[in-house]
């Protein structure tokens, strides 16, 4: 399990008196902190990996039905002779 880091998580920045006008002093500005970014990435390429042990496992179970229906075709045929 990954932990969580302080840049990691969403926050609020106050805006730099010299980057505003005088009306607007102290107005929190919202920003997406780039540990936000690599994390979504990092669940996209878990998503992505999980999807395809899912769709390898579906094959596998229909093989594995496959394979169970074979076998009792032949114990059928065995206990027959």
């Known amino acids: 399990m990954e932990h969580?880091?302080?840049n990691d998580?969403?926050?609020v920045c106050q805006t730099p008196a010299s980057a505003v006008n005088?009306?607007?002093r102290g107005q929190p500005v919202y920003r997406r902190p780039a540990g936000l970014t690599i994390t979504v990435e990092k669940l996209d390429?878990?998503?992505v990996d999980?999807?395809?042990q899912i769709e390898l496992l579906r094959r596998e179970r229909t093989?594995?039905?496959l394979v169970r229906g074979e076998l009792a075709?032949?114990?059928?045929?065995?206990?027959k002779a």
Do not use: F, T, Y
């Open 63 to 65: 093989n594995l039905g």
């Open 45 to 47: 390429r878990a998503l």
């Open 4 to 6: 969580w880091k302080n």
């Open 50 to 52: 999980i999807q395809a």
């Open 9 to 11: 998580v969403a926050g």
């Open 73 to 79: 075709r032949m114990e059928a045929i065995w206990q």
């Open 22 to 24: 005088d009306g607007d």
